[in-house]
């Protein structure tokens, strides 16, 4: 581990230091005005927790089961699409440090490295992220070679109908894969060390979909096949329960807001329900996570697991999910950005300093198991309680 | 369009550069302290949207009727006075501009071209907003001349009793028509390619009066004209009342914050009533259009139209006017910097930006039709949900 | 009426130049923390209004009748001791422009200019406003004087048990009557016209009381009796209704936040009940006074005349203050502060200011009588109104 | 007294200034983001006070009796650890300045003089605070020579299973005691006259602890022992109750925010319950402590004194505390920066100044008597009351 980030804030700047400004941005930003991204900061700070005290805390238990795997803590990594543009390892380290960490790793169906890579990579459990894409037959292939390569649960994410404006990126002149403009190249050449793992070895691009649709493809073609041709807003509850038939596996579904939703998937038979507005990339002004977590975890009713993404920086804040009704959380940008402070090492460092945080938080709020975590810790923030 | 454009903000900033400060301030200012200009912004904030998933939004329909006219989507151009400030092809290029991009544009009374030139212009419907002015034959002349040029509907504009007090405009020297003064000459000057628009051709002034009380009146006669002598703050329902008898076709009546109002006007045969204070431009304080939103869609139930005029400056902000009862909304500042920014190409760019995040922001949110937006999609921001 | 003030804020503006800044301190500053200062000000945004349309405000009725004198506007002037600080024609300047207005001006007991000066040079109906202090003699002659000269009603000033701690005086060395010491000098001498007049004529001391316990005292040792010596935190209710034996005329109460304290003043003979903070002068942390209003005339229920002070910048402030229940409000620091701009056309350009704006702002809610104004004109601020 | 300290906040400023920043940090500094810190102080703001007019309160009781002892104002000083790196006199300084203040001071176990040096110096009842460590032969052995001190009370802090995360302290290479570091060693020489008391006369260190558990440790040997091998997270009320058995005087128990907690204290014997949250130096995101004073007042009910520590800056901050149902509250930082900026002299200022702001805060708010200070003369902020 890193010895010298006092918290995950500190990983950020490193990695913004470390990283060309359009590839920060990239990670960082959001959708529009970022309103989302601020709420779902913001939620956390609206609650507070009401400790309790002379409670044998000296062993806490962090360990808990999400998805039939047992994880050391209850904080897994999401999927984040083309992580070789925060380091050259990518996808690969961070599945590595998170099995090293005891918990899972989600890879995105639009990683830079490919499915068996990843599985033959990790050293613990992985999960794989997918989209309903326009064609089942491509779906069925990955959920194939997922199923193949040994992953545990599949996450369908289906708050992508159309792909969220980010206007940073449209203002860098970032595009997935990045291009050198004009614009960018000196941003780039300023970072000669990043840009050395951008050229080394293979290109930078969907790695999954390099052999899928026809061999030969460039990587801007590539691009071009995942970002816009097969998405696909015609995607119903229908592909769902399709999807359902084809993996016999734990399936959780990511960016469900409403609860009537969570209980739709969970009534065609979901596994899991991530509430997640995809990190504020998608619909700017929806929802804070946090904000939607109570009514849909009320909703499911324990039905299936619940995790909450969106907003994790501080192990007090996994523990407000917690209360709220999540069983764990997915983070996606304070791994990122320890993919670029510092690879794996950063990776590991994010997931220690959380892990520490609420191992702290934990015995300081009196409940020595994450399992028993509940209402009874929060009261609303500024609210004079009884007032 | 112009291909440059981010978003509405962009616009406004090229506008801010080619227009002189009196003029953007005359554009952007309000009354007294702007706080209603702000809290008109603000409201948008306070709400957040709450998608579903899995539903088709593969077609959008962003269509709707309002006041019996077929929109290609549910955002029209309000009415603004002497539209030639912000560019010299002024009201022809913002209601040109309005029908291609297949929506309506609303001609203010106070038009720097007249109703006949805009009519004859025009690619699509077009609106005439018009005061309950003290001599009701030039109202009857105005309505008369709407109605043999094609105009569709009208507007009628009842929250002018007195002209708000915009100490921008005051400490600016600004004033309608602009002179120059030892305190602007510097700001115009420096503005060449706006000045030279400014003084090519016809004089700047009030177009639908110069013929109607008197010829020969200059320029700053029929400003004392039209913004003092005939100001009407004696007019009452009775005169509402009056106009619907001389007006068989599609009648709205702007600037109702109050739903006995509302009620008031649909009972006296209003077909629809715009939620408006004006943009702030008149009483400072006043409640924000969207805040007053609610009630006045509940108390009108469905017995006329309900449009929401103040403060729309993304898709999203349309998705919650609608969320919460309006049909349609109707834009001031962002198309009149359009025109600031680039003419008739400036206030297509705006309409197209809007249409863009509109039509992404369905998709996102799970609405294929702006017509199915209800409250159910909407949250109090901050709200903590079920907390 | 000065011409260039376009709200009281520039008045603010120009007396902030032409005083000293331990006078402008002195003026504007409040206790503590000055949260109160703040609250004041803050709780009219709290509000926003609601206008109703199509009302006929052709004639707009400003005036109101409170404590038997008829007001052409519902704005009198509170009490404000030592006012030759701001101007050397001090109390006479502010009485005689608060009388030229059509308005009342309220004399502090802690004038600079004499009770029997002051009533000479009124050009309407003046006020006394005493303290319930330790001598009943004083008090008594103090009544009696202002009896014979023809005062209309007493206000007697309730929150000053003990004087609050205002820091700013403190870190100026701000005294009553001030005094040049090393600290201050140079900021006195940077404002020639300001120091011309306070050396002029008269010394600057506490004028009423130059002739009552004893001739020769100095201004220091006037001050230490005034300030010090008189003050009487013993006063109880049986002292209210002394009093109210020996001055059969108008009498209001000032400085009341608490309904209970309200009811028992009505109940024992005030004919007016003044909601205040003392500007925020007094207790820091005390309820904003509009905040207080309310409640206050609920519990008063018209048995007396209720009265707002503090915080009022604007006409529309008037306006939220009559819909919550006040017949009509007093300013302090804005004619003050006019005094220290202008002299007495400073003080009637503030109140032309505020006449102008509120003329307008009933005319903009669509009320044309003060008498008329009420709650169903109001809505919390960022309600969401219906939400 | 210091004459020239207005308030609180002009103490804490020239703290700062002859402290190292290392040290002031560690004084003013909380837990992670400081949240708490926060909160507990913007908690007071969102109170406001409705004074009542024409009480007497020529005489005002500010007396109060907590936990057997008479304090002449319901302020006394909590327990801080290591006070001498304030000032060279430290503890003795401050139960000194306590003493002669006519109130109580709070020693720290973790204090760096004796129990029996600072019970010797001290001038009025001294309290005794210790942690439920892990070995109860320590703590009983501490517990005797508190009474044999003479320690009128003892003082249980409850809220340090484990120690908080203060990240300033870790940036500054801030350690208990502090050692020379490159990263530190200039902060420190440029405060001379700090250096020299931290280096004159015994070691800095935990002084209660030289002698128990083995002589000839050293000051970091020490810093190990108190700070890691003594932290006890598995005291449970068990251990409270065995603390009943062994100390006969009034026991308090520190650090409850849950009113759960507080009834079981109170069932088990507590005398005293404090509602803090240890000044946000230990869980971050924990409830202000005065949010969480009402729920407790009201489930204890008189059966055991409550307390607030936290956040106290003003005599108004007091009279809210005593509102919401406190006895009387605990300073920490305020006193320990005192020290800093004056040493005993500078405590003495602290209490001097909080003691005139309350004085006169209950004269304005119409309460002449701590004991008589109730809800009824309090608001929330912003409310509009009656609204």
Chains 1, 2, 3, 4 share one sequence.
Not at 187 to 206: K, Y
Not at 298 to 304: D, H, K, L
Not at 316 to 327: C, E, F, R, W, Y
Request: aromatic content about 6%.
């Amino acid at each position: 581990v890193t010895r010298s980030f006092v918290n995950l804030d500190d990983i950020a700047r490193r990695a913004r230091r470390r990283l060309p400004r359009l590839v920060a941005d990239f990670i960082e930003g959001g959708a529009e005005d970022e309103a989302t991204v601020a709420a779902n900061r913001a939620a956390f700070g609206h609650w507070e927790l009401v400790p309790r005290v002379l409670v044998d805390v000296s062993k806490r238990r962090l360990t808990t089961s999400v998805l039939d795997h047992d994880l050391s803590l209850p904080v897994g990594l999401g999927p984040a699409g083309l992580a070789r543009l925060a380091h050259v390892d990518g996808e690969v380290a961070a599945a590595r440090a998170a099995g090293e960490a005891g918990t899972v790793y989600t890879l995105s169906t639009g990683s830079s490295r490919t499915i068996e890579e990843v599985a033959e990579a990790a050293r613990g459990a992985v999960w794989f992220q997918l989209y309903l894409w326009r064609d089942r037959d491509v779906i069925a292939g990955l959920v194939e070679r997922a199923r193949a390569a040994g992953y545990g649960a599949l996450v369908l994410t289906v708050d992508v109908p159309v792909i969220g404006r980010r206007e940073r990126d449209l203002r860098n002149g970032m595009t997935l894969p990045p291009r050198l403009t004009r614009a960018n190249v000196v941003d780039m050449l300023r970072h000669p060390r990043w840009l050395a793992g951008l050229v080394r070895g293979s290109p930078l691009t969907f790695a999954n979909f390099v052999d899928v649709p026809g061999r030969g493809r460039s990587a801007v073609e590539l691009g071009q096949y995942v970002n816009v041709e097969m998405m696909n807003p015609s995607a119903t509850w229908e592909m769902f329960s399709w999807l359902r038939t084809i993996w016999p596996g734990p399936l959780a579904i990511k960016g469900v807001l409403h609860r009537d939703d969570a209980v739709k998937a969970v009534d065609l038979g979901a596994n899991g329900v991530i509430v997640s507005n995809h990190g504020g990339r998608q619909l700017d002004g929806a929802v804070a996570a946090l904000d939607a977590l109570p009514a849909v975890a009320e909703a499911v009713n324990g039905r299936a697991d619940v995790l909450l993404d969106g907003g994790i920086r501080r192990g007090t804040d996994v523990v407000k999910a917690l209360a709220l009704g999540a069983q764990a959380v997915l983070i996606g940008r304070p791994y990122v950005l320890g993919l670029g402070a510092d690879g794996a090492a950063g990776v590991a460092a994010a997931l220690e300093v959380l892990r520490n945080e609420l191992d702290r938080a934990l015995a300081l709020v009196g409940c020595p198991d994450v399992g028993l975590m509940n209402r009874d810790f929060l009261v609303r923030s500024g609210s004079g309680a009884l007032a």
